[in-house]
């Protein structure tokens, strides 16, 4: 299991952005709805210039509080409500705009990164687990969207009402405005020394939530096995262990902001109580009207107010700039398997003849090691070929190879004498049909897990490829026949269950090419005698590779390749390579003496 203590991608030689201007990678996510991003700003602008006229109308009221005309006075207070009123309908338009605005992008932020991610070559997933892909593509967004939804539109409009009220406040008397911007330097130099210290401990932060996803997706997708290896306090302790690392990330985060809003709030607070001081002052010397200081005394608190909303956004715009780098590294995550500029088109039909073309290649996690070490093999059209070998020996590196899930070191793969990287993987994958020997059962009905290899294929079609598996029986036992649930990874099904239904899937893609990986180790002998009939009848006209450890199933082949370490060291029919008496011989006699013993 991997290690739950390690940050992903930590080691990553890449230079990542510390700063909110990270923010600015969303803007090609943003640019198609900048009507809707306009409007959103005209609003707020219109709502923040509103909310600095309400201290002209209560400066009105006051400096003629006294006046005998009762009329003017009314005309003051009603002044104030319809300003109130125009406040309270552009505050939520404001909302309703901005809050679809973020919800939309986010949306087409996830979509984009899975779009992605999901073609990424396995090689990315050696060194990204999944769940950390998946927090990114939730915990992340989710971070994008409180900002582009609120935070952002929020900070814009503090941002309006300290400019503007610091206008106003010049405006209303510059003598005490001279008084406030002396309080300034020391209200952003905490900001800025202790904003650099939030940003990398929200990263941090980030960073340890991913791994805890990671963890618990790798624990929970092997749940059987840990307990059956009586796993759970050790897998429960190490989902702690990263868990406290991701909360004291987050208490250091949450301590250094609570640290700044703190310092912010008394400096700014303690300056206005100053001012106020020398204002009573003026007033009680007659040199300001009573109004003027109530004018001045509500723009100073709005500007209070802005400052300090501004400096708690202000870490939700770090949380945010970090959440944006690790989207954008998905985004930008480089492959080692990439379809050409320019590709190249196969001919119609496919004639599935495949050749390796003295291909080296070893895994990108182990490059010491090579899995294949110059190999050359050519398998003509409509032929069946197995390929045989002790474990190691790069017999399931073939397979991968042929779909191109990596590209060799060195040499070339064909298809129909194309070199497969330089096609499109589209191009070429769908005229291949898969049977792993894992397979993969997605939670959906056996209808729509055996459609998955032709999402066209009639309910018809999908019934005669479950029969020719061998899995119309125990299908049409289950309690909705096929429509019936099969459960997250098939967890209603037997393995041989799992393994017929790939093997039905691979039925329904009927393409020229049928990769079978160890397609029938998990049969019991009857079904898989069943499945080795639909077998030999599907690869009839269909370039066939099988891979097996079991050799009763691939003596029918018309020719079997013998690996052993990377290289092909036999190739002829079975009873050829029993009589050379070498690798294919001894593994033979392995088998065939030790299954007539157990007999």
Known sequence: MADATQIPNKKDDREKSKKIGSLAALWPFV????????????????????SLILPMAVRRVVDNFNTSDGALLDRYFGA??????????????????????????VADIRMAVFARVVGLSPTFYERVMTGEVLSRIT???????????????IALRNALLFVGGMILMLFTSAKLTGMVLLIVPAVVIPILVLGRKMRKLSRENQDWIAASSGNASETLLSVQTVQAFTHETISKQAFADVTEKSFDAARRRIWTRAQMTAIV????????????????????SGSMSAGALVQFVIYSVMVAGSVAALSEIFGELQRAAGATERLVELLHAEDTVNDPDTPLTLTEPVRGEITFEDVHFAYPSRPGVAALDGVNLRIEPGETVAVVGPSGAGKTTIIQLIQRFYDPDSGAVCLDGVRIDALNRDTFRKHIALVPQDP????????????????????EEIESAAKAAAAHEFIAALPEGYGSWLGERGVMLSGGQKQRIAIARA?????????????????????????QHAVDDLSEGRTTVIVAH??????KADRIIVMDQGHVVATGAHDALVSEDGLYARLARLQFTDGMAAE
């Open 80 to 105: 104030a409500l319809a300003i109130a009123g125009l406040l309270a309908v552009g505050t939520a338009l404001r909302y309703a705009l901005v809050t679809r605005l973020g919800e939309r992008v």
């Open 440 to 459: 993969v059962i997605f939670a959906a009905s056996a209808r729509d897990n055996i459609r998955f290899g032709r999402p066209d294929a009639s309910d």
């Open 31 to 50: 640019a198609p709805y900048r009507l809707l991003m306009f409007a959103a700003l005209f609003v707020l602008t219109a709502t923040a210039g509103v």
């Open 550 to 555: 079991r050799l009763a199933t691939v003596k």
């Open 507 to 531: 039925i329904l893609r009927d393409a020229p090419v049928l990769l079978l990986d160890e397609a029938t180790s998990a049969l019991d002998a009857e079904s898989e005698r069943a499945v």
């Open 265 to 284: 709030i008394f400096l700014v607070f303690t300056g206005i109580v100053g001012v106020l001081w020398i204002g009573a002052t003026d007033v009680r």
């Open 139 to 153: 915990t992340d967004t989710t971070l994008i969207l409180s900002v582009i939804g609120s935070s952002i539109s």
